[in-house]
C-alpha cells in the first residue's frame, strides 16, 4: 500500500449471519456454544428484525458471532458467497472436548464432522440446527485474550475465544485478491488444496488465525441465494476513529464504490462489496457494547441506538420474545 495508507486492518471484528428461528439460534449460542448475548439490539436498517450478538464475557472486538433474525426460506449453498465460519478455541485439549459436545447432539440433528488438520492447526467442522457453516479452531493461543462468561454453561478453558478464520467461495480468485491485497491492504501467505479446490490464505497485521480470509476456487458451483443459514457479511477490525477516517478517505481516493461512513453506535462502520459480490465492512473496535448498559447487565434488554429511542414501543411490539 501506499505511504497515505491508514494503518492496517488488525483482523476479523464480526461475522453477521441470517437466522429464521432466532428463539431456537438464542438457545443454541447460548446454551450450548456457551456464548455470551451482549446486545439484544435491531438490524438499524429494518427494525422489524433483531439484530443478537453473540460474543464474550464482555463483547471483545474480534469476538462477535452476530444474527438478523429474518423470516426467509433457506441458503441455496453456492459461490459468491461467505461459506464457513471458524471459531476459535484455546487448545487440542479443548477441541476433543468440543467434539464430545457436540456429538452428543447429533440425535437432534446437528451435523458434525471430524477432527482435522488445515494449515497445521486441528480443526473441527459442523453447522448450527439452520445449517450455518461453521468450525472450530484450536488457535494454540494466538490472538487477544477475551474474557470468559462467567455464567456460561461452558467452563472457562473451553469457552470460545473468538472468531477466526472466514472462508469465501469465488469463482476465479483475481478479482477478490485484488481488493484484498490493493485496497485492504492484506497479504497473500500461502495456499493449499481441500478437496478439489485451491484455497487462498490472505492475512491482516502480524496474521494469526484471528485475522485470516480464506478464499476458496469454485468455478464449478452456481452462485449461492442468500437466505437462512447463511451470512450476510464480515467485518474487519479498525482500531478507532482516525484510523477509520483513514479508511473512508482511501476507499474514496481509490474510487471504490462504498456506504459511506455509517455510525452504529456501538463502533463505526464502511461497506464495500467486492467484485464477486460478497459485502465487506470495515469497524472500529470502539465506542464497545457498554456504551449504553453495564457490563453486568449487556444483553438483558433490548437496545436502542438513540436515533431509534423515540420508536422503542412501536419497535419492541415488532419483536418476538426472545426467553
Known amino acids: 500500500m501506499s505511504e497515505e495508507s491508514p494503518p492496517p486492518l488488525t483482523g476479523i471484528h464480526h461475522l453477521t449471519a441470517v437466522s429464521s428461528q432466532i428463539r431456537l439460534n438464542y438457545r443454541f449460542y447460548t446454551d450450548l456454544m456457551g456464548m455470551r448475548l451482549v446486545k439484544r439490539s435491531v438490524n438499524q436498517d429494518d427494525v422489524s428484525a433483531y439484530h443478537l450478538f453473540y460474543a464474550d464475557g464482555v463483547g471483545t472486538p474480534g469476538t462477535d458471532l452476530t444474527f438478523f433474525d429474518w423470516t426467509v426460506p433457506p441458503e441455496r449453498r453456492g459461490t459468491h458467497s461467505i ?10 485439549a479443548s477441541l476433543d472436548w468440543w467434539a464430545e459436545r457436540l456429538k452428543e447432539r447429533t440425535a437432534d440433528g446437528l451435523r458434525v464432522g471430524s477432527i482435522e488438520e ?6 473441527l467442522p459442523f453447522e448450527d440446527p439452520e445449517g450455518q457453516r461453521l468450525a472450530l479452531v484450536d488457535d494454540g493461543g494466538a490472538g487477544d485474550e477475551p474474557t470468559p462468561w462467567k455464567e456460561s454453561p461452558v467452563p472457562p478453558e473451553h469457552q470460545i475465544r473468538g472468531l477466526g478464520p472466514i472462508v469465501l467461495s469465488v469463482p476465479t480468485a483475481g478479482p477478490t485478491r485484488t481488493i484484498l491485497t490493493e485496497v485492504l491492504g492484506m497479504s497473500e ?4 488444496t481441500s478437496g478439489s479446490d485451491t484455497v487462498h490464505v490472505f492475512v491482516m ?3 494469526g488465525p484471528h485475522a485470516e480470509v480464506h478464499l476458496a476456487i469454485q468455478p464449478d458451483l452456481a452462485p449461492a441465494r442468500p437466505g437462512a443459514g447463511g451470512v450476510h457479511h464480515v467485518a474487519f477490525r479498525t482500531p478507532d476513529e482516525a484510523s477509520y477516517d483513514a479508511w ?4 474514496q481516493r481509490l474510487r471504490i464504490p462504498n456506504s459511506g461512513k455509517v455510525d452504529r453506535f456501538y463502533f463505526r462502520s464502511l461497506y464495500l462489496r467486492e467484485p464477486n459480490g460478497i459485502l465487506f465492512e470495515i469497524a472500529t473496535d470502539g465506542p464497545g457494547f457498554d456504551v449504553d448498559e453495564p457490563i453486568d447487565e449487556l444483553g438483558e434488554r433490548i437496545a436502542l441506538p438513540p436515533f431509534l429511542e423515540s420508536r422503542r414501543d412501536e419497535i419492541v411490539r415488532g419483536l418476538t420474545p426472545l426467553d
Open 83 to 92: 461459506v464457513r465460519t471458524h471459531l476459535r478455541v484455546g487448545s487440542r
Open 118 to 123: 488445515v494449515l497445521g492447526r486441528a480443526t
Open 189 to 192: 501467505s500461502t495456499s493449499f
Open 205 to 207: 497485521g502480524d496474521g
Open 248 to 251: 473512508a478517505d482511501r476507499l
